[in-house]
């Protein structure tokens, strides 16, 4: 048996008056009005940060060398990811603008990975998630601290956490490059089941961006390296 999936939108239909299309967009919140004018499936009341990726997702820029930065880490067997966050603090915006997102791989292989991008740069990381004891949690910070990251312990209030986010992205203070395919795909999968539960599946980068904006106040610019100064002594003994 044959099955056709028909995606239509009012666009697509001829009977309706401009009029009528405008009072239609006006009917839904905003989030909501690209999938119904489009026909595009949505996870409408579900989605835990309604808000369109066209409002959240810019093009990747230069990130100037005062901007702050730190980076978000989620660990795990099966997938360990991380987000990195450009934090300008004027206008108190973060840029999130580089991920690793990688599974079945050991910590110094995700250590290695995390130290190209700038080993100066603090992390901040839930070791304890997961379902993880503390036991192997424990470990798990161990062994990423041997590996030479300077890492901070999350924030692990969740629902504190999605509330921070869910401001940052309303009010326009948090933002994605275009680039982190992963976490734009993650983010508009990220929901509620009919119970009000987090979906625990392909999450990762949610969790790691959410420690990221709960502990941003730990960025910091990059180190300027310290220059020799000759002193123009030839002979030090002598004075001169």
Request: net charge neutral; with cysteine; charged share 25%.
């Amino acid at each position: 048996m044959s099955r056709y999936v028909v995606q239509a939108g009012w666009d697509d239909v001829p009977h309706l008056s401009e009029q009528a299309k405008a009072d239609l967009e006006a009917s839904y919140l905003p989030h909501e009005r690209e999938a119904r004018r489009l026909g595009m499936p949505g996870l409408g009341e579900g989605a835990i940060y309604p808000i369109a990726e066209k409002e959240v997702v810019c093009d990747p820029f230069p990130v100037p060398e005062y901007f702050a930065k730190a980076y978000g880490l989620d660990v795990g067997w099966k997938k360990t990811a991380a987000i990195w966050g450009a934090w300008e603090r004027e206008t108190d915006i973060i840029y999130c603008y580089s991920e690793h997102y990688r599974g079945q791989a050991e910590p110094s292989v995700h250590a290695s990975a995390i130290k190209a991008r700038g080993d100066w740069m603090p992390g901040i990381i839930d070791t304890a998630a997961r379902g993880r004891s503390q036991i192997d949690g424990k470990r798990l910070w161990d062994l990423y601290v041997q590996e030479g990251l300077d890492l901070h312990k999350a924030n692990k209030a969740v629902e504190a956490g999605i509330l921070e986010v869910y401001q940052r992205l309303s009010t326009g203070r948090l933002k994605f490059f275009s680039t982190l395919q992963h976490t734009i795909a993650e983010y508009l999968l990220y929901h509620r089941n009919e119970k009000g539960l987090i979906v625990k599946e392909d999450d990762h980068l949610m969790d790691a961006l959410r420690y990221l904006c709960m502990g941003i106040k730990i960025a910091k610019t990059k180190p300027i390296p310290r220059q020799r100064i000759s002193s123009g002594i030839a002979d030090s003994t002598a004075g001169y």
